[in-house]
């Protein structure tokens, strides 16, 4: 047998499995701006921070194939531009602009000659990503009434809360709520007599389980969302003795909360969080350690990284709250600014562009939360007038906020939201 075999594995029974393609994978993604790739080999390309541009080989030889793919399906989002190094690519010269920007693409190109060059052998995008498990239920708990407190009120698919249930878990307020592993939810963090770092996982059938000991810095105040196929982030909020932050938790699909990783992105605290485009997520507003209010967003990858600062559009403000409708579109609504509270929103697209302010529907408040509920709509509820308020309002899968619906339970500040469960 003549020719090379390359990073082939020997099976069980002895014989060589050959590599796919006759290709030597690179093992480490390359997540730089810039990188010089090699003939007979694979590159997976990590465009999430930023765009990369690739350059090929001087001098390739005829059959030289090399094969390049969207690692994190950030293509789209920056993509990734051929320098063919002076060779011909598809029969154009080198000045030309070769971009590849589609979600999930692979290219797939191969020497010809030096009048043709550089020929796609194929450049398809793969369409079968993990989608993202829609919850139809929601669950409204903690929060502050004349005390913090540990009730809870579910959410029916039909937008209908029910009463309240007795609270499990240590009564605070100010924390973080996130789906999870496709059906169920958790309630993490807050402010009771001092921060905390404790979770309270929810099941699939809406029941709170009882304190666990956390991980990472305790905190209030922080924005919580779901990303990928049933995974979650926590993210900013203020700390004690450490003041506001832009640290992060991952949570993995069976609610287990990682240590804390160094933040991206203005430090602050009282923002809210959506799930956009199935499986991204997106973090914005808030109140930052210099004070004052901002609306500036942070957008979550579907591998759990946070980007950089995004200049908002929309009145900045804080207490506000976020839900995700119409399957990959998200709205943030109400809040306190100098007004002080307002019931503006403002929509996110599938892309996590966020919309220029729309004159609410409803009682303006702040201290307020939501969450999706019946696979594509939300509910906004509770919240702070100068006093509390149990109001409800739904928000449709077209994106439009109902009136207000006389709220069920005890009405309440300062509380928290999630999804959960996979069937109606």
């Known amino acids: 047998m003549s020719g090379i075999i390359v990073n082939n594995v020997a099976r069980a029974s002895g014989t060589i499995a050959a590599t796919p393609g006759g290709l030597d994978w690179s093992t480490a993604v390359v997540t730089a701006s810039t990188v010089t790739v090699e003939a007979g080999k694979g590159y997976f390309i990590n465009t999430t921070s930023n765009a990369c541009t690739v350059t090929l080989p001087a001098s390739p030889a005829v059959g030289n194939q090399i094969v390049l793919a969207d690692y994190a399906r950030t293509w789209a989002t920056n993509a990734v531009t051929i320098d063919s190094n002076g060779n011909n690519f598809q029969g154009s010269d080198d000045t030309y602009t070769v971009n590849y920007d589609t979600v999930g693409q692979s290219l797939n190109i191969v020497y010809s000659d030096s009048t043709k060059g550089w020929l796609p052998v194929s450049d398809d995008a793969v369409?079968?990503?993990?989608?993202?498990p829609k919850t139809y239920r929601g669950i409204f708990a903690y929060g502050y009434i004349s005390a913090n407190t540990n009730i809870s009120n579910l959410l029916g698919s039909n937008g209908v809360i029910a009463a309240d249930v007795t609270g499990v878990g240590t009564s605070r307020r100010a924390v973080g709520a996130l789906s999870y592993g496709g059906d169920k939810a958790m309630f993490a963090y807050g402010y009771s007599s001092a921060f905390v770092s404790l979770k309270n996982l929810v099941n699939s059938s809406g029941v709170v389980a009882s304190?666990?000991?956390?991980?990472?810095?305790?905190?209030?105040?922080?924005?919580a969302v779901e990303y990928g196929s049933g995974l979650g982030i926590?993210?900013?909020?203020?700390?004690?003795?450490?003041g506001y932050n832009s640290m992060s938790n991952l949570v993995n699909s069976s609610g287990v909360i990682a240590s804390d990783v160094t933040g991206v992105g203005t430090d602050r605290w009282s923002l809210a969080a959506a799930n956009y485009g199935n499986v991204l997520g997106i973090m914005a507003y808030g109140q930052p350690t210099a004070g004052g209010f901002v609306s500036l967003s942070n957008l979550i990858s579907s591998v759990g990284v946070v980007a950089s600062d995004v200049t908002g559009v929309g009145s900045a403000r804080n207490w506000l709250a976020a839900a995700e409708y119409g399957d990959d579109k998200a709205a943030f609504a109400y809040g306190l600014t100098a007004a002080p509270y307002v019931s503006i929103k403002n929509l996110v697209t599938n892309l996590g562009v966020i919309g220029s302010d729309v004159s609410g529907v409803g009682t303006a408040r702040g201290y307020i939360a939501a969450t999706g509920y019946g696979?594509?709509?939300?509910?906004?509820?509770?919240?702070?007038?100068?006093?509390?308020?149990?109001?409800?309002?739904?928000?449709?899968?077209?994106?439009?906020?109902?009136?207000?619906?006389?709220?069920?339970?005890?009405?309440?500040?300062?509380?928290?939201?999630?999804?959960?469960?996979?069937?109606?």
Do not use: H, M, Q, W
């Not at 926590?234 to 450490?242: L, M, Q, S």
């Not at 449709?396 to 906020?401: A, C, D, K």
């Open 211 to 223: 304190d666990v000991t956390g991980v990472g810095t305790a905190r209030s105040g922080l924005g």
């Open 127 to 132: 369409a079968d990503i993990p989608v993202f």
């Open 234 to 242: 926590f993210a900013f909020g203020d700390a004690a003795g450490t």
């Open 375 to 424: 696979a594509d709509k939300g509910a906004f509820a509770y919240g702070y007038t100068g006093s509390n308020v149990s109001t409800k309002n739904l928000l449709g899968n077209n994106g439009v906020i109902a009136a207000d619906v006389s709220g069920v339970g005890s009405a309440r500040e300062s509380l928290a939201a999630t999804g959960y469960s996979a069937s109606a």
